[in-house]
């Protein structure tokens, strides 16, 4: 078997309101959860669970890699939602999307203050 992507757990202040989040964001659906999880599904059968840690959250960053089209209207919902994004890791080009490694991406935080990065090409 090959090594491949399988799951990975988010922290959260409300972990439905952060798979949510997700779900409308990147148009995937819910999945089975069970215990300490609420679970979304991304292709492939990776999944993103999400925990409420009884400690302090500590900012991770998750890159999601879109079509155009699905970009086009994740983009939309942040903007029409109002949230905060920049063009820049660095947050220094707020409400702008940049145009690097041959397609679009845009930095935003989710619910719980993870950066978060959507992008239209992937960098290799």
């Known amino acids: 078997m090959t ?4 799951h990975t757990i988010i922290a959260s202040k409300d972990r439905a309101e952060s798979a949510r989040f ?6 995937v659906p819910a999945a089975p959860s069970w215990g300490p999880f ?10 993103l ?11 991770q960053h998750y890159a999601f890699l879109l079509d155009d089209e699905r970009f086009d209207r994740a983009y939309a919902r942040l903007t029409e939602r109002g949230v905060e994004h920049w063009a820049d890791p660095q947050m220094r080009r707020p409400g ?3 145009h690097e490694h041959g397609g ?3 930095y935003f935080k989710d619910p719980a ?9 992937p960098y290799l």
Not at 3 to 6: E, H, S
Not at 49 to 59: D, H, L, R, S, T
């Open 113 to 121: 203050g993870h950066a978060i990065e959507l992008i239209t090409r």
């Open 104 to 106: 679009r991406g845009v």
């Open 38 to 47: 609420t679970n979304v599904q991304l292709d492939g059968g990776i999944l």
């Open 49 to 59: 669970q999400f925990a409420e840690p009884p400690v302090e959250i500590q900012m």
């Open 3 to 6: 090594a491949t992507f399988n």
């Open 96 to 98: 702008e999307i940049n």
């Open 22 to 27: 997700y779900r409308e964001l990147l148009e």
